[in-house]
């Protein structure tokens, strides 16, 4: 069985972050997403809030579960028995960044990090271009699913 680990802050999910999982479903068995908790960062939405957006996009989607997790992605994996870890790239600079990590996570576990890129469509979306939106009272609705609605 393919079974990766999408992990982030998820704060929130965007519709870059659903692209990937969808295209994620053709080439896993399951995919889990996993909303790491960091107990040093300072989050617009709840715990809670992250993972009922998550659960309500991916609510008709049986190869999607999600979980809230601390600690290394890696002892993740082995504790759920993942393959994989799946990440996204909008640009060099994600590519650089996370490119890192893979080659840590690899030499500390042997797990293989799989890399898609993002939908030009979404390639310009990030989790903190939307929580500044959200700050300025700007119209966020095309940026994320439809379950990501603040009141």
Do not use: W
């Not at 704060?11 to 889990?32: A, C, M, N, Q």
């Not at 393959?83 to 030499?107: C, M, Q, S």
């Amino acid at each position: 069985m393919r079974k990766a680990i999408f992990p982030g802050s998820f704060d929130p999910i965007t519709l870059g972050h659903e692209d990937i999982i969808k295209r994620g479903i053709s080439l896993f068995d399951e995919i889990v997403i996993a909303i790491g908790v960091n107990a040093e960062k300072k989050y617009m939405f709840s715990l809670e809030e992250r993972k009922r957006f998550i659960e309500e996009t991916f609510k008709d989607e049986p190869k999607v579960s999600v979980i809230t997790y601390e600690g290394l992605t890696i002892d993740l994996a082995k504790k759920l028995k993942a393959n994989f870890i799946l990440r996204g790239l909008r640009n060099p600079a994600d590519f650089e960044f996370e490119k890192a990590i893979a080659h840590t996570n690899r030499k500390l576990s042997k797990i293989e990090t799989v890399f898609l890129l993002t939908a030009a469509s979404t390639s310009y979306i990030s989790s903190s271009i939307v929580r500044d939106v959200l700050r300025n009272n700007g119209e966020y609705e095309m940026l994320v699913p439809k379950a990501v609605r603040v009141k």
